[in-house]
């Protein structure tokens, strides 16, 4: 199955034969993308984080997934999409959607985080709005928006580079447990499924 990104102003699009629901794109949507792991300060606290989501009710995180595992998308640019769209597919079906004969009780949120930071923040509301009207009801609870300034987590999330969106695992306590960005590989989700099921 094959999904592109367009211009902001254009839709996302799949394939019929997709079970992934459809999901219009904003200003760019972040998702688990991977090139190696623990480039970030593994075992510090993930910094607190005030996002919206699509009723613009503010949820703190880590402290709102608390007692549970989180997997915390973010991206700060448009220009990361190549990679984004490569692990669309396989953490929606692994982790949301389990279309499988016995489902896995994986005690984990996911989130998607579209960050909002300098000019862009002018189209912080529109895209809320867009993707409110567009976004398929089973994903909507996994998008959450970010707006304010960059620079308080670019130290500790170590967010060197905007080019590219960065994850991060999170186990019950909020500590950072594993951390990458890039393209997907079945490894690395395969490592954040062992990691979570432990």
Same mark, same amino acid.
């Given at each position: ?103 896995? %009780?994986? $005690?984990?949120?996911? &989130? =998607? *985080?579209?960050?909002?930071? !300098? ?7 529109? /895209? ?32 060197? %580079?905007? $080019?590219?969106?960065? &994850? =991060? *695992?999170?186990?019950?306590? !909020? ?7 890039? /393209? ?15």
């Amino acid at each position: 199955r094959l999904y592109y990104y367009k211009t902001p102003v254009q839709h996302f699009i799949h394939q019929k034969t997709s079970t992934m629901p459809i999901l219009r794109s904003i200003l760019f949507i972040p998702l688990f993308v991977f090139t190696h792991y623990g480039f970030s300060r593994a075992g510090n606290q993930f910094p607190e984080l005030k996002v919206e989501n699509l009723e613009q009710k503010v949820i703190n995180l880590p402290g709102f997934s608390k007692g549970k595992y989180c997997l915390i998308g973010l991206a700060y640019s448009k220009k990361a999409e190549a990679d984004m769209q490569s692990w669309m597919q396989p953490v929606y079906d692994l982790f949301i959607n389990q279309n499988t004969f016995i489902p896995v %009780d994986y $005690n984990l949120d996911v &989130f =998607f *985080v579209p960050m909002f930071t !300098g000019t862009n923040q002018v189209m912080y509301q529109s /895209a809320m709005k867009k993707t409110k009207e567009t976004i398929d009801p089973e994903l909507a609870s996994h998008v959450l928006f970010y707006q304010g300034s960059i620079d308080a987590l670019k130290s500790p999330l170590n967010l060197k %580079d905007k $080019n590219v969106p960065y &994850f =991060f *695992v999170l186990d019950e306590s !909020g500590e950072i447990v594993y951390t990458t960005s890039g /393209a997907f590989t079945q490894k690395k989700l395969d490592q954040i499924e062992r990691l979570v099921l432990e």
